[in-house]
């Protein structure tokens, strides 16, 4: 709430209630706040979801199946008959949510990238991932603007939760730190909303 | 003549020494060329099969290195072009060209970018200073030239030499800035456009390899999205061309194995982008080698080309370049770029090849060693064999002088004493056999010497023929009758010596053909031959003896022979034989007929004596009644002396007559039907009129009969001698039984008396001349004689019958003449 008081302007909620709510209200009085929901509460109803879908797939499939000497999970997976890294799992969803022309992106980033596109892009990013140093469990949430456009951003920590994780980003050859632990915050999840 | 034992010219020892000899090299030599031979084939192939698996393996892994490598470098390369495309400066510059376009600001409109479109093209000064001197150009030639980058992140300079274009468009795929003039203006439908705007997305776009015109090579492009400055969405591209033979040939080129072992760099159509052997840009030669070198696993195939033009089997490694074929065309589903390591078969298999050749020639020494080798063995073998079979021959010649001498220590040596031991026992059988057969054959000449001189000792001339009549043996006799001397007959033809005409020759060789068809040869009829073989009766007369020709007789010069052929055993395979006896019957024709004559003049003497007694004792008795009645005066007395002259005389007429009816000749000699009753009617009756019978009871039983075929007067003759005789036997009185009957064509005839009968000891003597019961004077003894001779010269017997106490039969049989049948109605009468 303090958020919307702070940041509070007409056109990000018209924004936030036309993609999340498909709401049963008609909006018409401009004079009258409409009820609506909070961007930071969108972005954490996102991250939730998708870090729930991600840990059911690192546990009840890549593990279990790694476990059990099935198939295991490589970077290469296309060619290598394997399953994809969870974190390619999270990056190639985002892709198809972007590609998907929802408005809605998220992605993976870390100050410690194996390739650059995914290093943080903006000064946001690079402020939370530094933050989540101190505060890893706080998500960090700004506007950010492109030329004329406005977005909200929302980055949340990221850790190593499991050890795949860890050996492919202490082992990969263009990865450039290489001595991380298990739940060390690599990096961390930014969702990008459009704000007009 | 016996050429030495181990003689090559021996005509039968040389195949088989030769024989023995060449299987046992033959032998040796398949024994050491089979597993020779299996070894090397199961070298070379094993040693193929591993050449092949360890240099598939190698190669796939150089394959998978090198794959690794170029992808290493083309991820560099898209590191390095993305460090423009995420410069904060060209971000911003793009960001507000979208924001412009967005905004519908006239600079931007489409009108504009049209007529920038067509000064681009036209190579306008402006419209070319403006794309390739604005700022954005100005940071890319920068990041070309290196005055951009940090040292550690300069272009090297083969990549730098390898770039051909290098431009940035905007979000609608409009040229924005450009280091050269050589870049299109409007690329939004160009595939690599496309695929790296991603509809605002933005990913990597690698396009394949490409022929491009301005930069009069193959090329490939990395197109990279860039992003605003949140990565939120793509406001441009950069895109950049590279020379795929510059780039990639520094990192190919210099791994080399071998002479011809190379990497090579293919994408999915197996279009060649960089190779040390092939150009860049050309297809593999092979179509059909390109799927199975495009897996998406690493991996090795034997292939029957290597796609360098080469044909034969090919050994390839293979591997994808990972991280960039996720790009390339947009997705690893769209193409993706591969390594291909190879080398060329004829270098790959030669150490193999020249292992089999040192092995095949070391196996060529082996075999002529082998040959040697068992050529020496077959010798020291095949020699004492050849000796023992050379000793076995002389053995079975008995010609082997001294024992086998063989010391090899082995089983021939053993045989070899083996075959002296046999020798040594055959010999002693031999020894032994030949005193045998010599007994035996000295036996053999006695018996034939015995058997000579039995046969030459025999008066009967014997000679014994082949079957084609030739002579083989003849005995003395035979050799004197012919005249002939030991050399003549030998060998000679029985016919042609013999001194006969030819009528008797006929019969002789048709007699021999019956001997020799195995047919008895029947006698001749007994009453042609009897004259021969029987005394004639000398009351009988001699018929007409049969012609000479039909007998088995031979005149030879003055003597007559009865000959006789018979059946010889002939040796075993040699023909049948036949012998030839011929008896000399010229002296026993003589003897016989002297015999006759004796016979004759004896019967005669003794006929003359008996009739002369007969008839003298009843002449006497006449004489002397005569005399009595010349001096008797008493005329009763004297009556009664007459009555017994006639009783004299009527004897003497009844001797007479029956002489007569022996003697008298045939008043017919031809032979007729004559009816048996009646002609024993009429001799009962003449019987009756001349006897004293009356006491005498006739009983007759005729049944109707056939006739016979005689002289009648001699039958009824007969029958009367029969019928006094048993009328005398009974003296007139007693009971006669006549009876005639027929069975089976034989007319029987029975005199039935109830006499005294005849004692058995004189019934075989009752048909003998003279032979009487009678007192003297009383019968002639010639009644049952000539009744017996008639009987039989009518065909018929005559027997008695006289069973003791019960009387006398006489049972006459003559056959019954069936020609002329008549018959009589039985008659029965007492």
Redesign the interface.
Known sequence: MRLILTFAHTRLLWVALLLLCASTYSLHAKDAAPAGIAPEKVADFVHAVLDADRTIYTNQVVNRMQAKGIVSAAEHWEHENALPLPAQFLQHSGKLVAESGRGIRYRLISLWPIYQRNAPATELERKALESFSQTPDRPFTGIVTSGRKQYFQAIYSDRATSAACVKCHNSHPLSPKRDFALNDVMGGMTITIPLD | MHTPVTSPKHPQSNPLGWGLKRKLIVSMLLVGIVPLLLGLSMAFLRGSKEIQVVSGESFQALATEAARKLD?LV?EEV?RT??IA?HPDIIQQL??H??LL??GDKRVSPAATTQQRAHWAARDPVAVKAITENSTALLLRGFYAGSQSESDLLLPQVVRAATKKLFVTDVQGNLFAALTTSPGFAHADSPWWKGAY??G?G?LFIEDLHFDEQAKTYVFSISLPI???????V?GVLHRVIDAKEFFSPSTHPIRFGKTGHVMLIDSRGTVMSCPILPTGVRLSDPSLIPKVTG??PGWVTADSDGHGGQGTAIIGFA?L??T??ATNGS?DNG?WHTFVWQSSDELFAPIRHLMLWMLILASVALCLLATLGYFAASRIVTPVRRLQEAARLIGRGELQEPIDIHTGDELEELAVEFNRMHTQLEAAFAGLSTQVEEKTQEVQYLQKSTDQVLDAVPTPIIMIDQQGLIQYMNRASRDTLHTQTEDWSSRPLFDLLPIDDEHREALRRDLRLVEAGTPITSPPADQDQSIKEARDPLNQALSPAPPSLRRELRIGPHLYHYEWFPLEGRSGAGKRFGLVLRDTTDESRLQDQLIQAEKSGSLDVLTAGIGHELNNPLFGILGLGEAIQEEEDLTRAKGYAQDIVGHGRKMAAIIRDFTGVAARESKSQRIPVDVTAQLEQALAIVQTSHECLGLNVQKHYVAVSPVTALPDQLRLAFINVLTNAIQAMNGQGDLWLTTEEQDDVVTIRIRDNGPGIPKQHLGKVFDPFYTTKGQGEGSGLGLTVAQRLIKKFGGEIRMESPEGQGTTCVMTLPADKSGVRKEEPCVSS
């Not at chain 2, 992003?227 to 969405?233: G, H, P």
């Open positions: 290493l991820a590191a993305s460090r995420v960001e507000r979208r924001d967005q905004s991603n509809r997305v990913q992003m605003d400055s949140l990565r939120y969405e406001v998406r696993e994808l990972p991280e074929s996720r690893v993706a």
